[in-house]
């Protein structure tokens, strides 16, 4: 049975940084291609980073890019989403997906097999 369970996350100011941490158990986060993504409700789940499972390469959104850093520990079989100089815009609830085996790597939200159960991040101005 795949499970993925993220943590990490809770009530920051602006400006703060925060680690969010995607542990796996089930398969090898090493494999797959891994996103985050955030969701408000009544909206879509939007794109924030992807690593690639073939050379570590990553995406980001506009939105976040200069301030957030995935990354992966294979040992662990953990993914992390750094995210530093946060904003009030930023607060949302971030889920990380494990994408279908040789699903492309691009960014966006379809082709995910798996989703954590969503850690909640909120930055206060």
């Known amino acids: 049975q795949v499970q993925l369970v993220e943590s990490g996350g809770g009530l920051v100011q602006a400006g703060d940084s925060v680690r969010l941490s995607c542990a796996a158990s089930?398969?090898?986060?090493?494999?797959?291609?891994t996103g985050w993504f955030r969701q408000t409700p009544g909206k879509e789940r939007e794109f924030v980073a992807a690593?690639?499972?073939?050379?570590?390469?990553?995406k980001y959104a506009e939105s976040v890019k200069g301030r957030f850093t995935i990354s992966r520990d294979n040992a662990k079989n953990t993914v992390y989403l750094q995210m530093d100089n946060l904003k009030p815009e930023d607060t949302d609830v971030y889920y990380c997906?494990?994408?279908?085996?040789?699903?492309?790597?691009?960014?966006?939200?379809?082709?995910?097999?798996?989703w954590g159960q969503g850690t909640q991040v909120t930055v206060s101005s």
């Open positions: 997906g494990v994408r279908l085996a040789g699903y492309t790597f691009d960014t966006t939200r379809y082709g995910y097999e798996y």
């Open positions: 089930g398969l090898t986060i090493s494999t797959r291609n």
């Open positions: 690593i690639s499972w073939r050379d570590s390469s990553t």
